[in-house]
C-alpha cells in the first residue's frame, strides 16, 4: 500500500506570511504529483501538479519536488483568508489512481 | 472545456433504503471515471473506477455498486444503506490513469 503523509494541522499563518505546506511518501516510483485545495464541505479542486525535481511556480504558489528525499511541498506567499482550506497532497499509485493524503489543514489569520 | 455534473448535493436516507447517484461528464470522450468516499475526518478513498463503457473495477468490498452504462456516465447504487455509508461521495474523472482528476461538487449521504 502506497502511502502518502501530510501533517493534519492545522497550520496557522497570519495573512501576507508564507505557508509551507509539506508531503512525504513511500513510493520511489511515483512520478506525478499533484496539490488540491479543499474548502469545508466542498469538492478538492486542483492547484498544481509537479513532475519534476524542480520547483514549478503559479501565481502565489510554488510547488516543489525532492525525488531522493521523496517529498514535495508546497509554499504559498502573501497568503490570505481565503487560503484557509485543506490541502490534499497526491501522487500516482502505479495502479489505479491517485494516492491521497489526509490534508493539512491551513488557517490564515487577518 | 470539460465539465462534470454530479447530482443530489445533499440526501438524507433511511438504513435500509436504495441509493443511486448519477454523474456524467461533459465535452471529453472516454474518460477514466471515478467514485470516491470523504468520511468525516477522514482522507479520500476510492471506491470504485471505470476505464470504459461497462468496465467496473472496485477497490473495497461494501455493499455499493457501480454501473458506466454510457460512455460519460457514472452511477453508484446500493440496494440496502447501511449507516456507515454515511459521507460525501465525489465523482471524478481524468484522461488517463494516474493521471490528474477533476472533481464533481460532490454529494453529501446521511443514512439515519
Known amino acids: 500500500q502506497k502511502e502518502v503523509e501530510q501533517n493534519s494541522g492545522p497550520l496557522s499563518v497570519p495573512e501576507g506570511a508564507i505557508a509551507s505546506l509539506n508531503c512525504t511518501y513511500s513510493?520511489?516510483?511515483?512520478?506525478?504529483f499533484f496539490w488540491y485545495r479543499q474548502y469545508s464541505g466542498k469538492s478538492p479542486e486542483l492547484i498544481m501538479s509537479i513532475y519534476s525535481n524542480s520547483d514549478k511556480e503559479d501565481g502565489r504558489f510554488t510547488a516543489q519536488l525532492n525525488k531522493a528525499s521523496q517529498y514535495v511541498s508546497l509554499l504559498i506567499r502573501d497568503s490570505q483568508p481565503s487560503d484557509s482550506a485543506t490541502y490534499l497532497c497526491?501522487?500516482?499509485?502505479?495502479?489505479?489512481?491517485?494516492?491521497f493524503g489526509k490534508g493539512t489543514m491551513l488557517l490564515v489569520s487577518p | 472545456s470539460q465539465t462534470i455534473h454530479q447530482w443530489p448535493a445533499t440526501l438524507v436516507q433511511p438504513v435500509g433504503s436504495p441509493l443511486s447517484l448519477e454523474c456524467t461528464v461533459e465535452g471529453t470522450s472516454n474518460p477514466n471515471l471515478y467514485w470516491y468516499r470523504q468520511a468525516a475526518g477522514r482522507g479520500l478513498q476510492l471506491l470504485f473506477y471505470?476505464?470504459?463503457?461497462?468496465?467496473i473495477s472496485s477497490e473495497v468490498p461494501q455493499n455499493l455498486s457501480a454501473s458506466r452504462p454510457q460512455d460519460r456516465q457514472f452511477i453508484l447504487s446500493s440496494k440496502k444503506l447501511l449507516l456507515s455509508d454515511s459521507g460525501f461521495y465525489l465523482c471524478?474523472?481524468?484522461?488517463?490513469?494516474?493521471?490528474?482528476?477533476?472533481f464533481g461538487s460532490g454529494t453529501q449521504l446521511s443514512v439515519l
Open positions: 497526491a501522487l500516482d499509485s502505479g495502479y489505479s489512481t491517485l494516492t
Open positions: 471505470s476505464v470504459g463503457i461497462g468496465q
Open positions: 471524478a474523472w481524468s484522461l488517463a490513469t494516474n493521471e490528474k482528476l477533476f
Open positions: 513510493d520511489r516510483g511515483s512520478q506525478s
